[in-house]
């Protein structure tokens, strides 16, 4: 059981260059997540799918797109990478009904330069 | 969701009790307070939540006042392995939608040999 898996781990993208950033999880969990995390600062929530078929935006969602691909799958991409994007993201799950314990992947360490 | 307030660091001797206040003056009646951890680059871990009574759980215990506007968050004897950026979160649980957290800068607690 491998809970919330985030690929890559690292990345180096120059500017301007789009990535897409992959996250599955196999807790059969309805919702999940994207974070993006600046160094010093709290989680600030990206995007967010309530349910298979669903995306919402969340605080910070400009320069960025995702897709519910399934149930197991959700993605991030970055369309033209901007230095701000430099930072750590984290894709997190939750099962409805569950008003706890979401959660998190190990992370994906995004370097824009 | 309710604005919560946490010192910014504290120190704590190994094997003795780390105490980490939060304060959520606002807090609403359908809300519940949560506590997650960060160590660090890894993502986030959930530690325990309650809503007006005292929790406690194999991690930690999480004492509320009688009023919920304050809470405290006990790690019964601190380990080195605790060290990590304590979140507290309060929110409300809504089912239906993406319930997302909200996290703020957090605790930096330091375990000390």
């Known amino acids: 059981n491998a809970g919330v898996t985030q690929t890559p781990k690292f990345q180096v993208l120059k500017t301007g260059q789009s990535m897409t950033l992959q996250c599955a999880q196999d807790?059969?969990?309805?919702?999940m997540y994207w974070y993006r995390q600046d160094p010093g600062m709290g989680l600030r929530l990206i995007y967010y799918?309530?349910?298979?078929?669903?995306?919402d935006k969340g605080e910070v969602p400009n320069g960025y797109n995702v897709s519910r691909l399934n149930k197991r799958e959700f993605s991030l991409r970055l369309e033209s990478a901007a230095p701000s994007q430099t930072s750590v993201y984290f894709c997190?799950?939750?099962?409805?009904?569950?008003?706890?314990?979401?959660?998190f992947g190990s992370g994906t360490r995004l370097t824009v330069v | 969701d309710a604005k919560t307030t946490q010192p910014p660091s504290m120190d704590c001797a190994e094997g003795r009790a780390a105490n980490l206040p939060c304060n959520h003056s606002?807090?609403?009646?359908?809300?519940?307070v949560y506590w997650y951890r960060q160590i660090h680059s890894q993502g986030p871990q959930y530690i325990i939540h309650?809503?007006?009574n005292n929790e406690t759980n194999e991690m930690a215990s999480l004492i509320i006042t009688e009023d919920r506007k304050s809470s405290t968050l006990i790690l019964p004897h601190a380990t080195l392995r605790d060290t990590a950026v304590y979140y507290c979160?309060?929110?409300?649980?809504?089912?239906?939608?993406?319930?997302?957290?909200?996290f703020g800068e957090g605790t930096q607690l330091t375990v000390n040999p």
């Open positions: 606002t807090i609403s009646g359908n809300e519940y």
């Open positions: 309650g809503l007006k």
């Open positions: 997190a799950s939750r099962n409805r009904g569950q008003n706890y314990g979401y959660t």
């Open positions: 807790m059969n969990h309805n919702s």
């Open positions: 979160i309060v929110r409300v649980v809504i089912e239906t939608s993406g319930s997302r957290l909200t």
């Open positions: 799918s309530a349910s298979e078929g669903t995306t």
